[in-house]
């Protein structure tokens, strides 16, 4: 039972990589399959079909995510300003899976492209990301730790905005100035609101 959870584990995370590297339309199973070590028939085995892979592969680079990247500080017992401003500072966290020596800066731009089902997917995981940083607001400003005059909602996608701002800023620009900037308007106006 193991080895088979290691096997499946194995060839999410070299579709995680390769997609993130090559496209989703431009990595084939076989690429997969090669990548983790295995032969094509594997694959198959796991997964259905390649669209499977692909939503296995969005689902685990969201669990990096939230466990050891921006998302993790949402957990933490630091003031909520500090989470946020901690959330912030690792965006855009670039996850490592060690396994394969290999990063993922933009699987969710590229996997968000290549098909309906994995936009959706994602857009379901930004949605809970935005509704957990609410709820992490609503619960600073009723435990008087924010300003009471701070409406969650609109906070919380203020920040989700200025996150992915600052992470396509990386991916796509030069110019790691605008994302510093980005970083310290929204650091200095947290610092703001807090009491």
Not at 34 to 58: P, Q
Not at 120 to 139: F, P
Not at 169 to 184: F, G, H, I, N, Y
């Amino acid at each position: 039972m193991r080895a088979q959870q290691e096997a499946r584990q194995r060839l999410v995370e070299a579709a995680i990589a390769l997609f993130a590297t090559q496209g989703y339309h431009n990595t084939t199973l076989a690429e997969v399959a090669r990548e983790a070590g295995y032969t094509r028939n594997i694959v198959r085995y796991y997964f259905s079909s390649k669209e499977e892979l692909g939503c296995a592969a969005i689902d685990e680079w969201m669990r990096l995510f939230a466990e050891q990247a921006a998302g993790s500080h949402l957990i933490t017992e630091m003031h909520p300003v500090d989470r946020l401003i901690a959330m912030l500072e690792d965006f855009p966290t670039v996850l490592r899976l060690e396994s394969i020596g290999s990063t993922a800066p933009g699987l969710g731009y590229g996997m968000a492209a290549a098909g309906e089902t994995f936009r959706k997917r994602l857009a379901g995981y930004q949605k809970r990301m935005v509704e957990a940083v609410e709820s992490l607001v609503a619960r600073g400003v009723a435990a008087g730790q924010i300003a009471d005059t701070v409406d969650p909602d609109e906070l919380a996608h203020l920040f989700a905005t200025v996150c992915a701002g600052i992470r396509h800023v990386t991916l796509m620009w030069d110019r790691k100035s605008v994302s510093e900037d980005a970083r310290r308007w929204m650091k200095g106006y947290l610092n703001s609101l807090r009491r």
